[in-house]
């Protein structure tokens, strides 16, 4: 069953290391979860990813999933794991972002969210019950609770009323899934989802609501609506008024975050889960993120660069394939060039949370931090 466990606590900061146990394997925090949408991480195999980039955990998208293949074809396989022959951990998102991102094909109501799909614009409904349901089916480990994205530009009384329609969501989430069983012999837990846009005490009522709720199915918190709009500085803002809030004992997930001085500050301020887009979406643009910057493979300037990748590379491939080779795939069209960056970017972003890790354990990770950040926001 799921457990978490503080192993180190930064002196200097909120930064924290940990270790998260499910019935699918151990996860040391913080951690980096690659995105699995649709039940595959974009350009990678599963044992890339296990045995080269060091991924200990991955996601899944309820709304794709739900869409296609479906929750037939999700339970004759028996679960999104013997689905996808992924044999560790799988996190759940309950779709609430990707309604977020459909707003003009969506109604959201008291009941439920209205939606059509971007597929074929079959119309659906999803509640906090049949999400419950449908997360089941799909057999995550970590489920996140239906929640309403609110946009990070929302004025406060938008903001409010959004708030109190993910809380009313959230307490039929939370009894629906008291009352179901996991389907697949192994235990599954939820995670609430702390809204409220880039109000203090819109995230406050937030935490205390969500805490009103707790219970031995709440493995951890989530943090949402953060990095959709909003400057970077009042995300930095909402997590210092969110983290020390929920419980020391719980893992606390940002989701949807970031760039690589994105994660190190969310680490300072308490967050030991993170999840994003951008290794795999900017790799296949010819985007590198390293320990010293980032580079675009396009640029002219590796053309006749026979270096490798990245010397200080956390894969196999940065040291066995030449950055004039990776400019040249890219400028051709070739898929293996996306591919190559792809796993190359993951591979540097579990390096990122596992050197920080090193750096909790051994009480410097606040020092180290402001030397890393601005290294890595450069421009090679």
Known sequence: MFSFQKTAQDPRSGARAGIIRTDHGEIRTPVFMPVGTVGSVKGVFHRDLKEDIGASIILGNTYHLYLRPGLDILREAGGLHRFEHWDGPILTDSGGFQVFSLAPIRKLTPEGCRFASHIDGSRHTFTPENNVDTQRIIGADIIMALDECCPGDADERYAAKSLKLTQGWLERFAKRFDETEPLYGYGQTMFPIIQGCVYPELRRQAV??????????????????????????????????????????????????????????????????????????NGRNGMLFTWNGVMNMRNAKWKEDFGPIDPDGASYIDTYYTRAYLHHLFIAGEMFGAMLASQHNLAFYLDLVRVARQHIEAGDFAAWKEHAVPKLMQRL
């Open 208 to 281: 205390e609501h969500a805490l009103g709720l707790d219970g031995p199915n709440r493995g951890g918190y989530a943090i949402g609506g953060l990095a959709v709009g909003e400057p970077t500085e009042k995300m930095y803002e909402m997590l210092e008024v969110t983290c020390p809030l929920l419980p020391q004992d719980k893992p606390r997930y940002l989701m949807g975050v970031g760039t690589p001085a994105n994660i190190l500050e969310g680490i300072a301020r308490g967050i030991d889960m993170f999840d994003c887009v951008m290794p795999t979406r």
